[in-house]
């Protein structure tokens, strides 16, 4: 048999981001024991680089909201798509979640009476994300990382892993190698819990980091799991676009929160066109009624560059190729302008904003203080993912396989709200956490045959006795695919488009198949990325499967042969699996009924 | 675009040396858009961290044309253009290979100290009041990306090699957010002197200079926990009132 290490925990949970690490503290509170792998150092996951805030109905800063409100906005974003249990879970617990992290050690800025202060953010009814200034995701994973290191998990740290392992129908552990050496391991578990976040990567421009190839939906698909609603993919409507080496890092929806405005090359704030009906009623009329709500008028209605992501992504595209973008492709977002309003308007914007004034001045060269920033969209976040049940966040296909955050499907529908996807780390980390550890409470241990290990190392270790010569190398593959997502199943789609884009891919896998690597086990970064090609293609596969099938126009999920949003398509989710001939097959699942309790709330909130 | 000369290291603490790699840069290039251009095309198996590339997560620290930098915030425009761009991996850790260094030791250090211990929740929900002017000191320190560029230069660590007796200015900031968060109860100067050996700091302010986050660690973090230090230790009437009292003195 292959050397390799062996780990046994009753609970690993793969990736350390906001959602891995809340599920580890929460399963070692009950005193499972832990193992808590990550692909990178602990506390550098993608969960630093979220910005603007955590919703959760706290109504500290308007006493009207509450988890009903949250709630009504969430499955409205989501075109009520959304799997309803969780949405309602997730409005019902998030302020709690978010309290405790300042008993953990977080700070939050505050309101003048000393709580948790909250801001606007797209699509919520009520100031409602608590932030601190723009780097709230760091506050966030810092604050788990410095309590679960006090809380008995075993860390391993820049490790991957390959494979899922499997008792039979049962998941029991996964196999895995560390960067530094690349040493073979495996780990026995009695629950598994992905936590790995989103599929970005598959994409050109992103703003997400070099993790987010899609392992953990890639390894539960492989492992027999179902992926639901792969279709959407968020765009979040404002990244920098030049210059070009850091085209698609995150702006904030927390500058247009504080009053940033759109406008295009003609001076125009193109946001006040097209207002989708859903929002009509709840959206400002004029400039002034916009700046009323954002300085916190409880009579005026928000300014329209509040609206979704979605639509506000769809807004700045078609005024770029209607020709009147900005120079380097996009449009202007301008906050500098608020000095019209606001005395000593630069320390102010510094305050609230002190990441984006940093890296524009550093990236670009531009002072937001004073000038328009260039933005556009960039691929965010992947609504689908891993279908889970929705209290215990149970895969619904392989016993023992648990899924939170990112990678997890079916909270957000066809649109995630900004600020939704911290408080849904939290609210989902937790429970699958806690479900995991009971479930391995109830479950004797695993066993794993010799056989599957061998084949897993056979696998892992390919790419470095296959010739890297003969094609053009795991980084330019990658390109190659980004360049083909980006194009053909990127924020507009058609029929053709992705049709082609599937046989690419097929291409592609083969291709993926016969890449060598180069160079030793050791620290090898080629080795890595040719490894990170197999997910990546996979996840692709699935977002342009169920992107083919879905003919209409719905949240993130944009068709121009399909421009209108049909009704009869909102009665269900598209669900991807593993076919008994190894292929992947698309199927339409039908969303089952709302109880009366929470139709009533949707009424009632409009 | 233009072609520019990099001098990177490669190979680990045995073996290693500059190596020459010629690279077309782009408008706007920071340091590791060109290190990942020869992954690409020249080097595909050379080790370096990174994650975000925005300046957020802290993990592509090394030493560019000598200085401690974040490769991702580095824009090569505003290096000289005439000599080579020498990219190195920090000297205060062990080197794995390439640019990436053994940094686990902050870890471990990390861990040994005394966590937050927060006082009971102030509110029925769960929750404390705070003011946001108490909140605003530790919230500086509370931006620290973790990028232990200030560990590198730190000459304790880094000249001296003092990792067994000296947390590092990582871990003084660290110490410092606790100390000044509002509703820590934790008491963490007799650890400060001894295990955290804050003494051993000559305040040259070289972390302040090289902190990629703008925090003033020597300043607001180190000379504060020091006065503490010596307030508690040195201050023989505080001293004589602990030794009465049995609080504080040590």
Redesign the interface.
Known sequence: MAEHQTFEHDVIVIGAGGAGLRAAIEAASTGASVGLICKSLLGKAHTVMAEGGVAAALANADERDNWKVHFADTMRGGQYLNVWRMAQVHAQEAPDRVRELEGWGALMDRTPDGRINQRNFGGHAYPRLAHVGDRTGLEMIRTLQDHGIHEGLDVHMEVTVTKLLMDGDRCAGAFAYDRDKGRLMVFKAKAVIMATGGIGRAFLVTSNSWEYTGDGHALAYEAGAELVDMEFVQFHPTGMVWPPSVRGILVTEGVRGEGGILTNSEGKRFMFDDIPPLYQSSTADTPEEGWRYVIGDRDARRPPELLTRDHVARKIVKEVKEGRGSPHGGVFLDIAWIKEHIKDSEAHIKKKLPSMYHQFKELAGIDITKEPMEVGPTTHYVMGGIRVEADSQMATTVPGLFAAGECAGGMHGANRLGGNSLSDLLVFGKRAGEYAARYAADHSAVSVGDDQIDLAAQEALAPLERDPGADVGPYRLQYELQALMQDKAGIAREEDGLTEALDEIQKLKERARAMGAGGSREYNPGWHTTLDLASLLTVSEAVVLAARERKESRGAHSRIDHLEKKPEWATFNHVLKKGSDGEMEVRREEIPAMPQDLKDIIEEQG | MAMTTFKVWRG?TDNGALETYEVEV?????VL?AI?RI??EQA????????????????CSAEVNGSPKLMC?T?IEDLPADQPITVEPMRAFPL???L?T???WN?EV??SIA??A?RK?DND????????YD?ER??EF?????CFLCQDVCHVLRDHHLHDKFAGPRHFV?VA??EM?P??TGDRVAELREELGIGLCNITKCCTTVCPEGITITDNAIIPLKERVVDRSYDPLAKLIGMVTGNGGD
């Not at chain 2, 595909?44 to 993990?59: E, F, I, L, T, Y």
């Not at chain 2, 509370?142 to 973790?146: Q, T």
């Open positions: 680990d782009e408008q706007g290039y920071v858009d990942h992954q690409a595909h198996d050379m080790a370096v961290r990174w994650n975000c590339k925005a300046g957020k997560c802290g993990s915030m824009r794995l290979k390439d990436v053994d940094v686990s870890y990390k861990a966590r937050f927060p929740p929900d769960g929750s404390w009041t705070m003011d946001q909140v530790p919230q509370r931006k620290c990306i973790e660290y957010n606790m968060n509703i820590d």
